[in-house]
């Protein structure tokens, strides 16, 4: 039986399969599939290709039909011929299962937690139209979580089209959604809009050229916005160069040019996740947050939640939802109750309690400290000398030189280190650093059995314990 997992986001949906999983081509050749329709005479045009047009046709375009799911009659529907966003909804699901018909016998879907039961009955209803083999939702915060954090208040944070989910994540024996936040009109599209006019802000005042004056130029802003904030993410500066007119534009933007725009989005995220912390009594204790990759990558998004109180903060890989959901699917099935569709509202989750009670200490396996890092059948001990992993290195300091493909990876990638009683990576270059799947900027304490990935599609190393701490 092959399986597909699907992630419903509408910044982009996208699919994944395989062991170990992967994530699929799901538009054109693209992994992700965002939530936009253009109604036209011949049909409706959706994903990227409507995206692409979202500027030049401002009227006509429809994005909310995936935030706003129901079958409710939308008047400002009928010139294209349906009634609801359900019905668009459909057009944009039919047309990424189109390209997966015959190569999958059982889909599963990650879903945002604020998805009511009768919005995934119109899934359901939309998959049966189409012929789709769905047979299971999961909440995308249960199936991108798959790190257990001991004494730890655990939190997942998304980014919507429309709204920014907080979601807390009650670890047990089983892991459930123990309360969330969703901030309507507070999401990718709102920031969006905020950098564009920026951008556009530093073009007058530099060149004296508006690219809101025209709607190529505008959409031109958007389309390029994620290089954009890639760039400054990396590099400290962009550059932004538009033709018009027979006339090259371009300015130079900063970091902070691009981070102040986002302040009062951030501040607000920040106030709901303290909020959160009080409402449930978990004030004084530590918290790690899991950032869906759609948000980590958001200028200062860092920054902002570095000021929370004993905070941790982990990226997720891209695809988590869809990643995580492959790799559970079979322990799900087996606790299901009934032989149709399933909704789970918890997933297994290891947690030993045994730590909790006077006098004992849990021990774990996956908690003990690592004494070296394996890398092809070379194990590097781990000491307080920086162990630095890349590329290569003309500085005589201790390295672990990656061979492969040097897609994502650089001299000096990341560095792990004995600090106290700890094994600690360090990342701060925001290259491409994995651990157990979830992407590390900063500081994170290293456990025996996991596995670091560098680069992409990436080299893969192993946190084992040896007997003797300096064999290799």
């Not at 999961?138 to 208040?153: D, F």
């Not at 596995?451 to 064999?471: A, D, T």
Request: net charge neutral; proline share 5%.
């Amino acid at each position: 039986m092959s399986l597909l997992a699907i992630e419903m986001n509408d910044t982009g949906i996208m699919a994944a399969a395989g062991q170990p999983a992967a994530l699929l081509e799901i538009d054109g050749t693209h992994r992700q599939s965002p939530g936009f329709a253009l109604p036209e005479k011949k049909g409706v045009l959706v994903g990227r290709a409507a995206a692409g047009k979202a500027h030049l046709f401002p009227h006509q375009i429809l994005n909310r039909f995936w935030d706003q799911l129901s079958i409710d009659p939308l008047e400002a529907l009928a010139a294209s011929g349906m009634q609801s966003n359900a019905e668009i909804a459909f057009q944009h699901l039919a047309r990424i299962w189109e390209g997966f018909k015959g190569r999958f016998t059982e889909a599963v879907m990650a879903v945002p937690s604020f998805y009511d039961r009768q919005q995934l009955g119109l899934i359901l209803g939309m998959a049966q139209e189409m012929g789709m083999p769905l047979t299971g939702f999961l909440s995308q915060a249960l199936a991108a979580s798959a790190t257990v954090y001991p004494g730890h208040m655990l939190l997942y944070l998304d980014i919507h089209l429309h709204r920014t989910e907080i979601v807390y994540l009650k670890q047990a024996q089983q892991l459930t959604i123990a309360d969330s936040q969703s901030v309507s009109d507070k999401g990718l599209l709102y920031l969006y809009r905020r950098w564009v006019e920026a951008i556009a802000q530093e073009f007058v005042r530099t060149t004296r050229f508006d690219p809101f004056h025209q709607a190529a130029s505008e959409q031109h802003l958007y389309d390029h916005l994620p290089e954009v904030l890639a760039q400054v993410q990396q590099h400290a500066t962009a550059t932004v160069e538009i033709s018009s007119g027979g006339a090259l534009h371009g300015v130079s933007l900063t970091r902070d040019q691009m981070v102040d725009p986002a302040r009062p989005f951030f501040q607000e995220t920040v106030r709901l996740i303290e909020s959160l912390r009080e409402i449930h009594g978990q004030s004084d204790q530590p918290l790690v947050m899991q950032l869906s990759d759609r948000f980590s990558r958001l200028p200062g998004c860092q920054q902002a939640l570095a000021a929370i109180k004993d905070c941790r903060v982990m990226a997720l890989s891209p695809g988590a939802g869809a990643c995580g959901l492959l790799a559970i699917w079979d322990r799900l099935r087996e606790q299901g109750t009934s032989p149709g569709v399933s909704f789970f509202t918890s997933r297994p989750w290891p947690v030993d309690d045994s730590a909790k009670r006077p006098g004992r200490t849990a021990k774990r396996p996956d908690l003990e400290r690592p004494t070296h890092v394996l890398y092809g059948s070379v194990a590097y001990p781990l000491t307080d000398r920086p162990l630095i992993v890349g590329i290569k290195n003309d500085n005589g300091q201790s390295v672990l030189q990656i061979g492969g493909s040097n897609a994502g990876r650089a001299p000096g990638h990341c560095v792990i280190r004995l600090d106290r009683d700890e094994v600690v990576l360090e990342s701060y270059s925001g290259r491409t650093t994995f651990v157990d799947e979830t992407r590390v900027i900063g500081r994170v304490v290293l456990k025996c059995g996991q596995i670091i990935r560098i680069g992409s599609p990436g080299e893969q190393l192993q946190l084992i314990v040896c007997l003797k701490r300096h064999e290799t």
